[in-house]
Structure formats: structure tokens, C-alpha cells
T-cell receptor
Framework: QQQVKQSPQSLIVQKGGISIINCAYENTAFDYFPWYQQFPGKGPALLIA?????SEKKEGRFTISFNKSAKQFSLHIMDSQPGDSATYFC????????????FGSGTKLNVKP | KAGVTQTPRYLIKTRGQQVTLSCSPI?????VSWYQQTPGQGLQFLFE???????NKGNFPGRFSGRQFSNSRSEMNVSTLELGDSALYLC???FGVGVPNTEAFFGQGTRLTVV
């Protein structure tokens, strides 16, 4: 059973546009939700993370929106740039699980110049 | 500040052989976790070590094992390699104490190909 479901699988956005990636989870015990960015040949890099006590977190052009009642969270990339073209993974973990992350299946983002 | 270092970057092994992968965490980090990344299954948790003790384990067969040394460096071993073990193996490090599940930083991975 997939604990974290991510959509879309791929996304094409024009430069300057907004990229939106969505994730849904089932386990209400999850209390930490990071997003990772991965370029080809590289390991995932932590982008931004949120805990369920807040509904939104913004860091530069990246924003996480969190809906606890719907068990959903999303990543918004404002003013998307070609350099943002990468694969994005959402993840979830729960306290006491010692960095055992359940990852979404990934979204391949292509930002067209 | 150096990041997470994984060695080697690439490996080619034959079915039935065994392999050992190494991970050096960020200085000061005491938790090391391992993940397998494949196109079909995505990123899957293998196990996590803190202060030389395995604290958590994923759903992988016993052929996959690991250990952590007193300097926090970690190794994982896969015995009796199968073709399906071909994957990118990623190591992540974090402080592992204090606020739970704080930032985990990944290395570049070891690309294992089993032929």
C-alpha cells in the first residue's frame, strides 16, 4: 500500500509560470512532510519541509500548502525557471520513526524557456 | 561544510556476488539511513543507524544488512546479488536526536548494476 501518493507524474510549465505538485497521505500519525528536488545523477536535495501545525510555509519561490483535514499537501513553485527542471519528491514521516521517510513516486518537472 | 559522501559512485557486480557500500555522514550527524531508488519502486527505506545501533528497518530481505561505526560512518552490504538489486543506493544523514525527524541530507548515491 502506497503511503504517499503524488501527482502529476510529469509537468510542463512555461518559464515564469507556477508549478503545482500535489501529495496525499493516509497515515494521520505522519508529522513531518519534506519536499526533495533531484537532478539527474544526483541525490535528492531537501527543498522545504512543513509540520502539520501550520497550513503554509514559504521559502523564496517555494511554498508548501498543507491541509490536515484533507490529508493533502502541495508544493508551489512561483516564477518557475528552466533551472527548476528536475524531479520532485514529497515525503512523510512520523515522530519516533527515525527518518524513515515514505516517498511519493516523483514528479518530473520541465520548465520551458 | 562537507556533505554526505558515498563511495564508490558506480559498481558493476555479477549475480551471486556480494557488495559493500560506504557512507560518511555530515560532520556532527549521528544518524545514517539508507534508501534504494529504482524506476519501478521509487525510493524505499532500507534501514537507519544511530550510535552504532539499528533503530529502524524497512521491508527488505536479510541479504541487505548494514552497520555503523563509532565515527558515524556506515556501510551497507548486499549478499548473493540478484539482477533486481540493480539500483541507486542513497545514504542520508541527520542529527538524529532533538527535534524528531529533522532535516535529512542525501549523498549522491552509489549506482549498482548487477549483471
Amino acid at each position: 500500500q502506497q503511503q504517499v501518493k503524488q501527482s502529476p507524474q510529469s509537468l510542463i510549465v512555461q518559464k515564469g509560470g507556477i508549478s503545482i505538485i500535489n501529495c496525499a497521505y493516509e497515515n494521520t500519525a505522519f508529522d513531518y512532510f519534506p519536499w526533495y528536488q533531484q537532478f539527474p545523477g544526483k541525490g535528492p536535495a531537501l527543498l522545504i519541509a512543513i509540520r502539520p501545525d501550520v497550513s503554509e510555509k514559504k521559502e523564496g519561490r517555494f511554498t508548501i500548502s498543507f491541509n490536515k483535514s484533507a490529508k493533502q499537501f502541495s508544493l508551489h513553485i512561483m516564477d518557475s525557471q528552466p533551472g527548476d527542471s528536475a524531479t520532485y519528491f514529497c515525503a512523510a514521516s512520523r515522530e519516533g520513526n527515525f527518518n524513515k521517510f515514505y516517498f511519493g513516486s516523483g514528479t518530473k518537472l520541465n520548465v520551458k524557456p | 561544510k562537507a556533505g554526505v559522501t558515498q563511495t564508490p559512485r558506480y559498481l558493476i557486480k555479477t549475480r551471486g556476488q556480494q557488495v559493500t557500500l560506504s557512507c560518511s555522514p555530515i560532520s556532527g550527524h549521528r544518524s545514517v539511513s539508507w534508501y534504494q531508488q529504482t524506476p519501478g519502486q521509487g525510493l524505499q527505506f532500507l534501514f537507519e543507524y544511530f550510535s552504532e545501533t539499528q533503530r529502524n528497518k524497512g521491508n527488505f530481505p536479510g541479504r541487505f544488512s548494514g552497520r555503523q561505526f563509532s565515527n558515524s560512518r556506515s556501510e551497507m552490504n548486499v549478499s548473493t546479488l540478484e539482477l533486481g538489486d540493480s539500483a541507486l543506493y542513497l545514504c542520508a544523514s541527520s542529527f538524529g536526536v532533538g527535534v524528531p525527524n529533522t532535516e535529512a541530507f542525501f549523498g549522491q548515491g552509489t549506482r549498482l548494476t548487477v549483471v
